[in-house]
């Protein structure tokens, strides 16, 4: 089993920045597949940003160039650092993670947390 807990999350100006981190325990090292979902109100949950153990990071169109996802292994740890942050990026960040390899779809993720809100005022 593995648990994952967010933070960093936050109220913050467009064009400002903020650093989500998800904390894993239990059986985190079994991990393949890290990923962000982001869901606004109203609307369906999306894919953010993800990145396998290989390296490999995909990318919403809407937050290249702007987010980027990374890993810290020894402290069980992934990051999200947004910049450029516009009021459209306003949701409930969620982190996944799935011990399986080339998992792509929401479904496919076997645990989640609880989730991060993040609001951008214009």
Avoid at 20 to 46: D, F, M, T
Avoid at 63 to 87: C, E, H
């Amino acid at each position: 089993q593995v648990q994952l807990v967010e933070s960093g999350g936050g109220l913050v100006q467009a064009g400002g920045s903020l650093r989500l981190s998800c904390v894993a325990s239990g059986s985190s090292g079994s991990i393949n597949v890290v990923a962000w979902y982001r869901q606004a109100p109203g609307k369906q949950r999306e894919l953010v940003a993800r990145l396998t153990s290989g390296g490999n990071t995909n990318y919403a169109d809407s937050v290249k160039g702007r987010f980027t996802i990374s890993r810290d292994n020894a402290k069980n740890t992934v990051y999200l650092q947004m910049n450029s942050l516009k009021p459209e990026d306003t949701a409930v960040y969620y982190c996944a993670a799935s011990t399986r390899v080339g998992v792509r779809q929401a479904l496919e993720y076997d645990y989640w947390g609880q989730g991060t809100q993040v609001a951008v005022s214009s």
